[in-house]
């Protein structure tokens, strides 16, 4: 049975004091608060983050944008932990998309270093709690310190199978779904595939984490309701909520809170229901 959504909205975190990004983080079973608990099938297995707001939260608080990116290390590790807590099996997080290569070069330089030093500094704790670091993106472009470090914690966590953490760097949906169409025209071309063949199991057999399933719940914090890119075919039916909060803000609790309004949607998937009362049925048709 799941733990019934709160009554009144939980107050957001919004105007939360920066904290020391570095700072150790409650690991999973060791918050204050319970996690709501769901009956199978109720939670969802893939959720799917874009942490957005950052550049915002740190900008209207007179502070460089950079240093919201710093804050969103403890908003991740928090929200990470959460997702453990409430049986998440899959969290893909949109660390840097294809297109974020139009950001200024300072801000790129500064998120690539950054992302080096947030997986060397938290994948021993990550290994603790059981996560699977891995990474899905395009390779040309991205940096040799960002790979280096993505497929350090990736060894190093690959026996784990509490979380999948998916962290996509370097990736654009577009551009997946662009490489998943060469390979496919390759092994055409080579003779190894029929094309009369070539369906929608051969395209999801080509994408860069073949066996990462399709997204349940997509969740855009800081407001914007956009997709942005990101996991276009494995949302496909994805549930989709944006959260005011900003990414920084973002904490375990208000993981939970969108938990929470999944578990009570009603998800069809292309399917229909007769809604209206059959004469003689009986009940009241709901
Ligand atoms: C969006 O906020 C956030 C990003 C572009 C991700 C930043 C990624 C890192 C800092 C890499 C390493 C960090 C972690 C936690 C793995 P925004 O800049 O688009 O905010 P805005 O919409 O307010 O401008």
New binding site residues.
Partial sequence: MMTPAPSQPRPTPMDRAPRDPAAPVAGPGQWSAPAPRFAPGEAPAHVALI???????ANQRGLA?TE??RA??YA?MDTIAGAIDAGVRHLSVY??STE?WRRSPAEVRF?MG??TD?LARRTAQLDEWGVHVRWSGRRPRLWKSVIGALERAEERTRGNSVLDLVMCVNYGGRAELADAARSIAAEAAAGRLDPARVGERTVARHLYLPDLPDVDLMIRT?GEQRISNYLLWQMAYAEMMFSPVP?PAFDREALWDCLLEYAGRERRFGGAEELVARPGAGGDGS
């Fill in positions: 942490m957005d707001g950052n550049g915002r939260w944008r919201g990116h969103g290390e991740l660390t840097f974020n998120i950054y992302a947030v800081s990414w």
